[in-house]
């Protein structure tokens, strides 16, 4: 599976655009790439998914370069209810994969 | 989105005694579903793989005779910690993944204390 690599920590403050960056140079033709949020004491909650150029929901953004060797979660205006670990996962599209978690990234949001 | 649910949601049992933790996902059929352990401010580590109808898959230096893992139907995997330990304190998560779907989904996770 394709190793990524995010930063451990990052500060933000309400209302701000808060960008994610995650990279996974070794990522396979088959890979998706996933992002996961987690509250202290509960289970991951996932927030997108994609495999090449943008993807938007009503949580998040995922901007995915054409090389596909990174990718930039991007949270619009983020609320102290933000404030969770964040992980990126590269996972291939077979059937009934384990998904390995990284350090993830700790994002703390102040008023 | 797809719903899983696990019970309890925390336990306190004492050393020695075994501790059964259910995972059941509530509105889709879990073909495969998963067991994390996860330490205070530690990363989720992946503890084996269940398959319906099948025996699990542990991951290295997960004991197998000591986490009994049981996926009896398409909606259920169970978890027993056996003769708990205190170190076997943990945050206990499951997924359940389906055919269909590229991602996975988590229950909401299982405090065990061990005293």
């Known amino acids: 599976l394709a190793k990524t690599t995010q930063p451990i920590s990052m500060d933000s403050y309400e209302g701000q655009e808060v960008n994610i960056t995650c990279s996974h140079n070794n990522i396979a033709t088959n890979d998706y790439i996933t992002w996961y949020q987690q509250f202290p004491s509960q289970g991951p909650r996932f927030i997108i998914q994609?495999?090449?150029t943008k993807v938007t929901n009503e949580v998040a953004s995922l901007f995915i370069p054409a090389d596909r060797k990174s990718s930039t979660l991007s949270l619009p205006r983020v609320s102290l209810s933000d404030t969770a670990v964040y992980y990126c996962?590269?996972?291939?599209?077979?059937?009934?994969?384990?998904?390995?978690f990284g350090k993830g990234t700790t994002l703390s949001v102040s008023s | 989105g797809a719903v899983v649910s696990q019970h309890p949601s925390w336990v306190i049992c004492k050393s020695g005694t075994s501790v059964k933790i259910e995972c059941r996902s509530l509105?889709?059929?879990?073909?495969?579903m998963f067991w994390y352990r996860q330490f205070p401010k530690q990363s989720l580590m992946l503890m084996a793989t269940s398959n319906e109808g099948s025996k699990a898959t542990y991951e290295q230096g997960v004991e197998k005779d000591k986490f009994l893992i049981n996926h009896a139907s398409l909606t259920l995997s169970t978890l027993t910690v056996t003769s708990a330990h205190p170190e076997d304190s943990s945050f206990y998560i499951c997924?359940?993944?389906?055919?269909?779907?590229?991602?996975?989904?988590f229950g909401p996770g299982t405090r065990l204390l061990v005293l």
């Open positions: 509105d889709f059929q879990a073909t495969t």
């Open positions: 994609g495999y090449k």
């Open positions: 996962l590269v996972v291939p599209n077979q059937a009934g994969t384990a998904l390995i």
């Open positions: 997924s359940a993944w389906t055919s269909g779907k590229e991602t996975q989904y």
